[in-house]
């Protein structure tokens, strides 16, 4: 099989693709012939030693994908030889074939490209629970999503529409912009030619906006913040802008505001099962055509480089897959 491999840690550019080995299941395990691999803007910083997981050189970044079952193990009765199949792990997906438990498989819904299932998982996932269970989001609220062209971002405008939020999209071009209101985007912000703490002000006629979904952190999240109406919500779901913002507490004060992390990765290992109802209104909610599950672009695994040089320069709109 091949697999990208991180052998030393460094930037994107420093990964290399070799052949290995084929994996054999042991009692329990299935082997995935991986079809697609959803990137992840962590999967830059995994490579680079900045991410809490730490896995021990060399290994294979990626964590969502798709594909089918290649081969069984010993007691092994959920899973057959040709089911398409998803799953998520901490890393190691990008390789053309991959060993896990059986049990941390789940059917691809009837519908859904293999590229659109792997992209599904986290960005769906931290979406869902930073909304509905981080943030309560109530039909009738105000959502703002910052990054909204991005893969978390868009899944927050569309799971937002589907829970009865007004959605206001902000991104750095008009060109993000008009793809965000193609996938229901209620009103949009310019921050890189407008006051983003006065327009979303100004769009709330006053009031504030009840929730916002901060993917970027940087120099955003405090004039996002401020803006913010009385007991509203802060969401911190990462900081791909690259900086980590140092907030003034006494706007939470001020504000009688809440900013809660969402750190989806360990709700779902605590919580296994709110996780899976959450996947499965997912699911649902995709099969009645309210998420578009949009993919960006594909690349092969030789080409992970450029692929993550979409999610980091912040080009992509949607989801970013490898096809091994």
Not at 6 to 34: H, I, N, Q, T, W
Not at 87 to 114: E, M, Y
Not at 115 to 128: C, F, N, R, S, V
Not at 273 to 294: P, T
Request: glycine share 12%; aromatic share 6%; hydrophobic share 45%.
């Amino acid at each position: 099989m091949k697999a990208v491999l991180c052998k030393a840690y460094g930037p994107p550019e420093s990964m290399v693709v070799e052949d290995l080995p084929d994996p054999v299941p042991g009692p329990g395990d299935v082997v995935v012939r991986v079809n697609a691999v959803g990137l992840n803007f962590f999967d830059n910083l995994i490579i680079r030693n900045m991410y809490q997981v730490k896995p021990a050189l060399p290994f294979s970044p990626g964590s969502e994908y798709a594909g089918t079952v290649a081969a069984v193990g010993e007691g092994v009765t959920s899973a057959k030889v040709g089911d398409r199949v998803m799953g998520n792990a901490s890393h190691g997906a990008a390789r053309t074939h991959l060993v896990v438990k059986a049990a941390a498989l789940a059917p691809i819904p009837d519908g859904l490209s293999d590229e659109q299932a792997a992209g599904m998982i986290i960005t769906y996932g931290t979406t869902i629970h930073a909304l509905k269970d981080r943030a309560k989001l109530q039909p009738g609220e105000t959502l703002a999503v910052l990054g909204a062209a991005g893969g978390v971002g868009l899944a927050a405008i569309e799971i937002g529409k589907a829970m009865g939020a007004t959605v206001i999209a902000c991104a750095s071009s008009d060109e993000k912009l008009a793809f965000c209101r193609e996938h229901g985007a209620d009103l949009t912000i310019n921050y890189a030619t407008e006051d983003l703490k006065e327009k979303l002000r100004e769009l709330t006629g006053g009031k504030g906006v009840d929730v916002i979904y901060d993917p970027v952190g940087d120099k955003y999240a405090e004039p996002a913040l401020r803006s913010i109406a009385w007991e509203g919500r802060f969401l911190v779901i990462g900081f791909a802008g690259g900086e980590i913002p140092k907030i003034p507490l006494n706007l939470t004060l001020l504000k009688g505001c809440d900013i809660r992390g969402v750190f989806w990765g360990s709700f779902a290992q605590r919580n296994p099962e709110a996780n899976r109802q959450n996947m499965i209104q997912v699911g649902r909610w995709a099969a009645e055509g309210k998420l578009s599950l949009h993919v960006h672009a594909t690349y092969p695994l030789e080409s992970f480089a450029e692929a993550i040089g979409e999610l980091t320069s912040r080009r992509a709109r949607g989801k970013v897959i490898l096809k091994p």
